[in-house]
């Protein structure tokens, strides 16, 4: 198990025109990372679209991940992240 080490939301942006278009659901990647917690490797698992696909993989690129400390032994290769895009509508009462 590993954890993330950032500050902010390590969300990827959900562009105007992928919401209005009803692109939503969940993308998955799978991360492989270098012994000191940086990604190595980025691969699409789930697409969502091509430039959600894109913004995920620049969003996690830069991170920089720790293990937690229960498991100091968890493998750096094949974490999945997953990241939940939904579309908002006003409901009509």
């Known amino acids: 198990m590993v954890a993330v080490a950032v500050d902010d939301d390590p969300s990827p942006p ?3 025109a992928e919401r209005k278009s009803g692109v939503s659901g969940t ?3 799978s991360v492989t990372l270098e ?3 940086h990604v190595k490797e980025i691969h699409v698992i789930k697409s969502l679209s091509p ?3 894109e913004l995920a ?3 996690v690129h830069p991170m920089k991940f720790k293990r937690v400390k229960e498991n100091p032994n968890a ?3 094949d974490l999945r992240l997953q990241f ?3 579309t908002t ?3 009509i009462l």
């Open 14 to 16: 959900y562009p105007e």
């Open 27 to 29: 993308m998955i990647l």
């Open 35 to 37: 012994q000191d917690g």
């Open 51 to 53: 430039v959600l696909d």
């Open 57 to 59: 993989m620049e969003t």
């Open 75 to 77: 493998s750096l290769e």
């Open 84 to 86: 939940n895009f939904r």
């Open 89 to 91: 509508c006003n409901r």
